[in-house]
């Protein structure tokens, strides 16, 4: 376990991002295509296009050797809106699965996020080629 804590601790925020991002798009579109919900369809594919731009713009501004915490900043954002919307789902609910299961990652997701906009990671390092 402490060597998993490490290894995270010494990620940068897209590498997280995009994947997260995708996970919250494909529960959108398995909980239309089971439940017929549009909400659902449109809040997790928003917020999971959303979170994989800010993974992806976070990748380009890394490669360009520039600061890409704004980036961060609002992955922060929409993952504590997604957070805080699952928890009211579960609480509403009581639901294990979507809502306390989304819930859950959504709430790493953003405590992660906060760690890295407090102690952000170091922009890439020029090579000497």
Known sequence: VQLACVYLF???AFCFTIPYGFILALGGLIG???KGSKVS???GVGSGAAMM???TFSIQNYKRKTSYTMYNVLS?????VVTYMMGKRYADTGAIFPAAVTGVLSL??????AYRVVMPMPPK???SD
């Open 53 to 55: 731009a800010l993974g």
């Open 76 to 80: 922060l954002v929409v993952s504590g």
């Open 108 to 113: 790493v997701m953003s405590l992660f996020l």
């Open 32 to 34: 239309f295509l089971v």
């Open 10 to 12: 010494h990620q940068y």
């Open 41 to 43: 369809l449109m809040a």
């Open 125 to 127: 390092k020029i090579s």
